[in-house]
């Protein structure tokens, strides 16, 4: 089965196509934040590139966050959209877990953490597992600060990783035992989204695809605002 | 055509009940609409630009109505979940297949850009899919396209009035694509006006409908509130209005909401039927129709009608479920502009500023 991955979640655009014989084409571009405007002749690209056509897919990945609201939907608004014209089947993958995983050969704590805005990260803890990593905990929403004060706690040798962790270096460079990723492992990356939808699409672990939706971890303004004044 | 929340949302994957025919037995263009711009959640279908298959509105108002307005972040978030099963719905009630679409369009602009940005993506990659040609679509053209949707036999030069909570202005359609503005408001939208007055009298939101059924109860002539630049070109403004309303109420603590809401809705239609029809007299029209959500309140229809009578042009106003937001608009627009245009590339992206004209 051809699996198409779309990922949206940070700055980056991202798709693959891949299946039995791994990734057979993928396009991704970091570059002003356009994902609306790139991600469909993207996808269109790969296609032609791995000389399929989009009918062939048999199944979409989709990262659906957490990350960038914005980017987010745009990626998930178009996967469901792909999977609903094609009648076709769909798995959700986490954004955290798709950092985490590139950097799954680390015997060390993998963290992974990314850009939230407003001063703050969304992030999670990997431990390495044959065949890739396993999630520690939930996912979180926090404060650089508060993650330091987490890495420092757990004395364990750290290994992180996202643009959440580079855009707040000054914060986690000073810490002992920790380490930064290197810039390349900075986003998500569609390829390792079809390398890990596809044993859980040979398992047949699909999901509802009403139940794919953004992985917000923040509610809207408004809605705070207004819980906060009708206590 | 349906209104209201969607039923049920239908189960669309697999979509072994949608009836599959031959990609290419169906000789007629059937367009597949898609509206994101603001709070309702709309898909389509719409045969030759003409005949409307199937219009599926998902109105998110309710989520809206206890923040006051439309909130961008809730709005996006909405039509993620529900784009989907609306397209299904269209689909089904059309009973046609995507395969058989001629194109897909979409607003892409003016509107919320969050919003916006969710039906183009979807719409995009059902046209990648679908292998059919994607068009963008001004919102403002597709509320044009409404009065013609319903009224095909509408004269051109025809004269336009839209009035919605975002827009108030004056076009005159010369023909498909080449539209003259000729009129538009210099600070509040009218239907703008309608939810900031309703708000201060306590009537709720939206203020549209809440003004329409309190003034139901007024003395329309009861405050004379100015009725401004009346005289003055074709360009509107309601900020002075709205003004005169909170001052009206503050030194008269007790006057009946009713009469205020009657008088306040009197003024503002006054002035749009009364510059429509000098807009029409002006450029020579030949017909004369609303569009936008403000044209589903009561008065307005009543008075504006009456006008195209006296004058002796034909008058047109879509039902009110054309009036406001709605695929429909889109799918027929897109049409048109399929026609003359030709595809849009898939590398468009959502304009929130998206201009009518001197584009
Ligand atoms: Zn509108």
């Given at each position: 089965m051809l699996l198409l991955g779309i990922e949206t979640a940070t700055e980056q655009v991202g798709c693959a196509i891949g299946g039995h014989e791994g990734v057979l084409a993928s396009a991704h571009c970091a570059k002003g934040r356009r994902h609306a405007e790139n991600l469909t002749p993207q996808i269109e690209f790969i296609c032609g590139q791995a000389g399929?056509?989009?009918?062939?897919?048999g199944l979409v990945a989709v990262?659906?966050?957490?990350?960038?609201f914005t980017g987010l939907r745009v990626g998930v608004s178009a996967a469901k959209a792909i999977a609903f014209a094609l009648s076709i089947p769909m798995i959700g993958v986490s954004s955290l877990d798709l950092l985490a995983f590139t950097v799954r050969y680390s015997p060390r704590l993998i963290v992974a953490a990314i850009d939230a805005r407003r001063g703050e990260l969304y992030h999670g803890f990997y431990r390495q597992v044959p065949g890739g990593v396993q999630r520690l905990s939930a996912q979180q929403l926090g404060t650089p600060d508060d993650l330091a004060s987490e890495l420092l706690a757990t004395n364990e040798e750290v290994l992180l990783v996202g643009d959440g962790a580079r855009r707040y270096a000054e914060v986690f460079?000073?810490?002992?035992?920790v380490e930064l990723a290197e810039i390349g492992n900075g986003f998500p990356s569609a390829s390792s989204l079809v390398q890990l939808a596809h044993p859980r699409a040979m398992r047949e672990e699909f999901e509802q695809p009403e139940a794919i939706?953004?992985?917000?971890?923040r509610r809207p303004d408004a809605e705070i605002n207004w819980s906060t004044r009708h206590r | 055509m349906r209104k209201g929340s969607i039923a049920p949302?239908?189960?669309?994957?697999?979509?072994?009940r949608v009836r599959s025919e031959?990609?290419?037995?169906?000789?007629v263009p059937l367009v597949l609409g898609i509206e994101t711009s603001c709070d309702e959640t709309a898909v389509a279908v719409v045969r030759d630009?003409?005949?409307?298959?199937s219009s599926v509105v998902s109105s998110q108002v309710d989520l809206h109505a206890r923040y006051g307005g439309v909130v961008p972040e809730v709005a996006s978030r909405a039509h993620t979940e529900l784009l989907v099963p609306v397209t299904a719905q269209a689909l089904v009630e059309a009973g046609?297949?995507?395969?058989?679409?001629?194109a897909v369009a979409a607003t892409t602009?003016?509107?919320l850009v969050g919003a916006l940005l969710v039906g183009v993506s979807a719409a995009k990659a059902f046209a990648l899919t679908w292998q059919v040609p994607f068009v963008a679509v001004n919102h403002l053209e597709a509320h044009l396209y409404a009065a013609l949707l319903e009224?095909?036999?509408?004269?051109?030069p025809l004269v336009v009035l839209i009035v919605s909570g975002g827009h108030t202005m004056l076009v005159e359609m010369l023909d498909h694509g080449d539209y003259r503005l000729l009129g538009e408001t210099l600070d509040d939208a009218a239907g703008e006006a309608f939810d900031k007055v309703a708000r201060f009298l306590g009537?709720?939101?939206?203020?549209g409908p809440a003004i329409d059924n309190a003034a139901l109860?007024?003395?329309?002539?009861?405050i004379a509130f100015p009725r401004a630049m009346?005289?003055?070109?074709?360009d509107f403004s309601f900020s002075g209005l709205k003004t005169a309303v909170v001052n009206h109420v503050r030194e008269n603590p007790d006057v009946s909401t009713a009469d205020v809401a009657a008088s306040f809705q009197a003024a503002v239609v006054d002035v749009l039927v009364e510059k429509s029809r000098r807009a029409a007299a002006d450029v020579g029209a030949r017909a004369l129709a609303l569009g936008g959500g403000?044209?589903?309140n009561t008065l307005l229809r009543e008075q504006f009608l009456g006008a195209c009578a006296d004058d002796g042009i034909q008058g047109f106003i879509p039902t009110r479920s054309m009036c406001t937001d709605n695929a429909a608009m889109i799918a027929a627009a897109g049409w048109y502009r399929h026609q003359r245009l030709g595809p849009s590339p898939l590398d468009t992206g959502a304009d929130p500023r998206d201009r009518l004209f001197h584009r």
């Open positions: 399929i056509e989009l009918s062939d897919i990262d659906v966050g957490p990350g960038l460079d000073g810490l002992a035992r939706q953004p992985l917000y971890l | 949302a239908p189960l669309w994957w697999p979509t072994g031959h990609p290419c037995s169906h000789p630009g003409t005949e409307v298959l046609v297949t995507g395969r058989q679409l001629a602009g003016p509107g009224e095909p036999d509408l004269a051109f009537l709720g939101y939206p203020g109860d007024g003395d329309p002539s009861a009346r005289n003055e070109g074709l403000v044209a589903a």
